[in-house]
């Protein structure tokens, strides 16, 4: 099982306030996440791991009650936020170039990531997708990440522009309406992977309200940053790779990974040290992550879990869950089962509000 993805914490900049205006307390979304404020504050460049982002849309969906929660998000959600990569989003001349930034760049949001470009006929996609271990419950994401992209093409197109289709890794929603407001008449519902299908007769019409010289300037820096982030990142990667694998499998200490990786305990941890990270905590937002989705996606036995995760009895699991969580696995699962979403089969939400 890879380690997750990580992601700017930016992209959370504001939800508190957007949650406070609901009547819903943002600090208990974080904590029943398994996150702290402090945390998120401290990690727009470092980066959360992506399931942990995931988990907090989902439990704001819930707690508001509303299916389509990352979709209203995207709407109130100031790209800016976001940095280099809104800006140069802001400031893209056409959606060509809008396209391209987000291809060229998105790792500045998300690394590692998978998103391109696909050229289809007289059309162009812009496609990008999860792993399938995150694609459970990713809904919210999804809605939230396509509906900020959508939200900055169209304003690269000069504002009176749709996609030609958008097809969302997400299963149906009841938000007809919201979702035809947002993406457009043509949204197909249930795909495999996220695309944003652009046509070639308006790709390249240009958005006046653009800065070309900013976005030059932009351009420089946010290839430097790409550079720099495939590199300080390395380390992090890697570790949590290893310790994903080895966790109850193998010894998971700093000497056994640093020998796998062919450096000495003492360089390992000095380059993680500069990734703002250590192999402890490593190891242990590691085991949180596997326990969290051994308990809310399988049907394996606790005792079996605990050993999954290396521990030698279950009352260890059961203290680390404490520590995790706030309560044991049982409950854990217990409450992961009361909140899962149905995921239903794909449709196509048509221009008549009708689906398909």
């Not at 391109?116 to 990008?128: D, F, H, K, Q």
């Not at 703002?276 to 490593?282: D, K, T």
């Not at 404490?322 to 044991?328: I, K, N, V």
């Not at 089962?337 to 689906?355: A, K, M």
Request: charged share 20%; net charge negative.
């Amino acid at each position: 099982m890879l380690s997750d993805p990580l992601i700017s914490s930016a992209v959370l900049h504001g939800l508190d306030d957007f949650l406070k205006q609901r009547n819903i307390a943002y600090e208990e979304i974080l904590v029943s996440a398994g996150a702290t404020r402090q945390e998120v504050d401290c990690a727009p460049q470092t980066g959360l791991q992506l399931s942990t982002i995931l988990r907090i849309l989902d439990l704001a969906a819930l707690t508001a009650q509303s299916p389509c929660f990352g979709l209203e998000w995207s709407q109130a959600y100031d790209p800016r936020e976001l940095g280099v990569f809104g800006y140069l989003l802001q400031n893209s001349g056409s959606v060509r170039e809008a396209l391209d930034a987000i291809t060229r760049y998105y790792s500045l949001v998300i690394h590692p990531v998978s998103v391109e470009i696909a050229e289809e006929g007289a059309a162009t996609a812009l496609i990008w997708r999860l792993t399938p271990r995150l694609q459970y419950k990713s809904a919210q994401f999804v809605l939230f990440a396509t509906g900020v992209a959508v939200a900055r093409l169209r304003a690269a197109a000069g504002g009176n522009w749709d996609p030609l289709l958008v097809e969302l890794a997400c299963p149906e929603l009841p938000c007809k309406a919201l979702l035809r407001t947002v993406f457009g008449p043509s949204v197909h519902l249930g795909a495999k992977a996220t695309r944003i299908v652009v046509t070639a007769d308006n790709i390249d019409g240009r958005n006046q309200t653009a800065d070309p010289r900013l976005f030059g300037l932009l351009q420089g820096l946010a290839d430097r940053m790409v550079q720099e982030r495939g590199t300080n990142l390395a380390y992090t990667y890697l570790v949590r790779r290893i310790v994903s694998r080895r966790i109850g499998h193998g010894e998971v200490s700093l000497e056994a990974v640093a020998h796998e990786m062919q450096t000495s305990p003492r360089m390992l941890q000095s380059h993680l040290a500069t990734e703002a990270n250590s192999f402890v905590r490593l190891v242990q937002t590691t085991k949180q992550e596997l326990a969290k989705d051994y308990l809310c996606e399988t049907d394996l036995p606790l005792n079996e879990i605990a050993q999954l995760l290396g521990f030698s009895e279950l009352s260890a699991f059961s203290r680390a869950s404490h520590r995790w969580f706030g309560e044991p696995p049982s409950a854990v699962r217990d409450r992961s089962r009361q909140g899962r979403l149905e995921i239903g089969s794909g449709s196509i939400v048509r221009e008549d509000g009708n689906t398909a």
